[in-house]
């Protein structure tokens, strides 16, 4: 399976692009804080969908899925920070795109979980 086949892995480096953009616009003080942090959990996605696609199996594919879903979910928690802290405003954009990514991930797992 080629991972840059599959939109789970498109919708989340597109994530990424936009975090990229979302945290320059922070506090030069978190450039090695908060931003730095949401860029790794916002790289770690497609990497981990990258990595089990790249695997032998269904088992491991399911594997780098889970710790894919936990970067995500490390992700929104720190976008949610950064709106607390003022580093940056809501955005309904950003906000669903991390609904379609989570729903995807999601979607891809139950999916290749049901196969077995």
């Given at each position: 399976m080629n991972h840059k086949d599959l939109d789970v892995w498109k919708k989340s480096m597109d994530l990424v692009e936009v975090i990229y953009k979302l945290t320059q616009q922070f506090p030069e003080s978190e450039k090695f804080g908060l931003?730095?942090?949401?860029?790794?959990?916002?790289?770690?996605?497609?990497?981990?969908?990258?990595?089990?696609?790249?695997?032998?199996?269904?088992k491991e594919l399911i594997h780098f899925l889970h710790i894919a879903l936990g970067s995500f979910?490390?992700?929104?928690?720190?976008?949610?920070?950064?709106?607390?802290?003022n580093f940056t405003e809501k955005k309904d954009s950003i906000e669903n795109l991390l609904n379609e990514v989570k729903k995807s991930l999601l979607g891809f797992r139950n999916y290749i979980d049901s196969k077995k």
């Open positions: 931003a730095s942090q949401m860029r790794r959990c916002a790289v770690s996605i497609p990497s981990n969908i990258a990595e089990g696609a790249a695997r032998k199996g269904d979910a490390e992700l929104e928690t720190q976008y949610l920070i950064a709106v607390r802290l």
